[in-house]
């Protein structure tokens, strides 16, 4: 059977330890991670937490409703084994109006598909050699990676996150209009608590005037690297800083890790500029769920 708990409700351990042996295990399911980001969240249980369903939601107009927090790549259904996972979606459309989250690229479903959308994020497969990996960089990469070397740029590992923040949100965050400060307090405290858990790491790069000009935060999630925010100087991309900082990074995690995941976009500009470090799609499906009433669809929409 399955049941809805309020994150207060949960039984915290039984939960975090469905997360740790899942087979669908990512570090965006587990409830420090989630308290940090999340207005509020809940999780639909299986049995004894067999397998768990988190999901955040808000309220508008006495409405309650499933949205994609900001600095969450995945959530979905986790389990210990392969349940059916359709009934967690007729469990959660049956409680909430409006759903829209992404779901965990090893989820899978075969009923309720007009709910579904197909989206992709882009991974390198780490499994090879560096020198491998660089040799699949297209054209226009290795022609950065050379500038980067001529402009003698550096790189900083553990730098102070407030200052990464700083510029991602004169960047970035000026064409990403949604973002509020308290999303950028959440990220700033995310950012300080995966450093302390050892699972998060800020790479920096400087110019030789040492001006910060590109910079990501990574998130160590057993053998997968998962790039979760980035930003570069925008108005000084000249130099090949991006291409450098991605580049940083694949040589640092390459022999201890097996996946790096650009975090990934749907948007062909995006999807295209990480495919051209030798990346390829992965699959994962986004619910989309729209039963409001008419005048409030036509507002949401």
């Known amino acids: 059977m399955i049941t809805y708990f309020e994150r207060d409700n949960l039984d915290i351990e ?9 087979i669908q295990y990512n570090i965006f399911g587990y409830s420090w991670y989630l308290d940090i980001v999340c207005e509020q969240w809940g999780a639909y ?42 009934e967690f979606l007729i469990e959660v459309f049956d409680d909430f109006r409006f759903v829209e989250l992404r779901m965990n690229v090893k989820n899978s479903f ?8 197909e989206k992709q994020l882009q991974v390198i497969s780490l499994k090879k050699d560096y020198e491998t990996i660089k040799g699949g960089y297209n054209r226009n990469r290795k022609r950065e990676l050379k500038k980067s070397l001529e402009a003698d740029l550096t790189e900083h590992w553990g730098d102070n996150p407030s200052r990464f923040i700083k510029l991602f949100k ?3 965050g000026k064409k990403v209009h949604k973002i509020k400060e308290s999303d950028y307090q959440n990220l700033h405290t995310l950012m300080q608590v995966c450093i302390e858990k050892k699972v998060g790491e800020l790479l920096t790069i400087y110019d030789k005037k040492g001006n910060l000009v590109s910079g990501a935060f990574f998130l160590k999630q057993r053998n997968r690297i998962t790039e979760l925010v980035c930003s570069s100087d925008f108005k000084n991309r000249k130099n090949g800083a991006n291409t450098f900082m991605n580049d940083r990074a694949v040589y640092r995690y390459e022999k201890n890790y097996d ?8 948007m062909r500009n995006i999807a295209k500029y990480y495919k051209s470090f030798g990346a390829k799609d992965e699959n994962y499906v986004q619910l989309a769920y729209n039963n409001l009433p008419k005048l409030l669809k036509l507002i949401k929409r």
């Not at 039984?14 to 899942?22: F, G, L, Q, R, T």
């Not at 996946?259 to 749907?266: I, K």
Request: glycine share 4%; net charge positive; charged share 20%.
């Open 14 to 22: 039984k939960y975090n330890y469905c997360i740790e042996n899942a």
């Open 45 to 86: 249980v299986l049995n004894d937490y067999e397998a768990v369903m988190p999901v955040p939601w808000r309220k508008k107009m006495f409405i309650k409703y499933v949205y994609p927090p900001l600095w969450i790549i995945q959530l979905g259904i986790y389990s210990k084994q392969i349940e059916d996972e359709n």
């Open 110 to 117: 075969s009923m309720l598909n007009k709910f579904q959308k």
């Open 170 to 172: 004169h960047n970035v």
């Open 259 to 266: 996946v790096f995941d650009f975090g990934g976009s749907s």
